[in-house]
């Protein structure tokens, strides 16, 4: 009775928040399906940097993914050798699952870059599509409740690759349709940030997930000025520097996660 108690007074005291969660969902799905399928636009693959060196065509963009490749990795020593991340033991699963699949996007990326086109595309977005499930349930654990998130863990998973399988299978039968996949990847951004805005944490601070949000944004602009990038510095891509910066919110969460201390009732 007294478990029942605090969970109603947990959802009185962040009605706002559940609120917003529920109404995003509804006028984002609404609006994503509302729309006609999205093909991949092909223009997609003809980055500005396609310099080829040591036989390595679009080196840049290939090398700039190594950063995912270290922190993931950097990621799954503190969790399963050093235990350093606080908290993340009673939700190890979807801190693995976030470490790996960064570490993934180091591989997938740096294929597709070798050679872009649709089909190897889909092994770019399946790590990112797994780690950013991963995170939300991350977030949603922290934030929301442990129980809730292990139950979503699954499912939010599942979603990612099946946004990524029907991405993939509709390319191939000629009407390409994004629209899944990129109600996974903004959504979730979306509502991690109502969360971190509407629910309090365990924890003293929240600012690794601000970090990897705020590193998210610039990464999306640095991708869409790519070429003016590359024309502006006259060496480095704005694709080559989106790697970057990704990977180097990543890393400032995983800081996070070692540091953070649990907040005092």
Avoid at 108 to 121: A, E, F, I, K, V
Avoid at 145 to 171: D, F, K, M, N
Avoid at 185 to 200: E, H
Avoid at 204 to 222: C, P, R
Wanted: proline share 2%; hydrophobic share 50%.
């Amino acid at each position: 009775m007294e478990q029942y108690s605090k969970k109603m007074n947990s959802f009185k005291n962040n009605r706002t928040g559940y609120t917003l969660i529920i109404l995003t969902l509804l006028i984002a799905v609404i609006a994503v399906f509302s729309l006609a399928p999205i093909a991949q636009d092909t223009g997609y693959h003809a980055f500005s940097d396609q310099r080829t060196l040591l036989g390595i065509s679009n080196i840049y963009n290939v090398l700039s993914n190594l950063p995912f490749l270290i922190v993931g990795l950097y990621g799954l020593y503190c969790l399963i050798i050093r235990k350093n991340l606080n908290g993340a033991d009673e939700f190890k699963i979807a801190y693995l699952l976030l470490f790996t699949g960064i570490a993934l996007v180091s591989v997938g990326s740096g294929y597709y870059h070798l050679t872009p086109n649709n089909q190897t595309l889909a092994w770019d977005r399946l790590p990112i599509a797994i780690g950013i499930m991963a995170l939300l349930s991350i977030v949603i654990s922290e934030f929301i409740s442990l129980h809730i998130a292990r139950g979503l863990l699954l499912p939010l998973i599942t979603l990612g690759i099946v946004s990524v399988c029907y991405w993939q299978l509709s390319e191939s039968s000629g009407a390409g349709d994004l629209r899944l996949y990129i109600l996974v990847q903004f959504l979730s951004a979306l509502l991690t940030a109502i969360i971190l805005l509407n629910f309090k944490s365990k924890y003293t601070s929240a600012m690794g997930y601000w970090w990897v949000l705020i590193s998210y944004t610039l990464a999306k602009l640095l991708e869409h000025f790519d070429e003016a990038i590359h024309i502006f510095t006259g060496f480095i891509s704005g694709h080559s520097l989106k790697h970057a910066v990704a990977a180097a919110g990543l890393y400032l969460l995983i800081t996070y996660y070692k540091n953070r201390q649990l907040r005092k009732e």
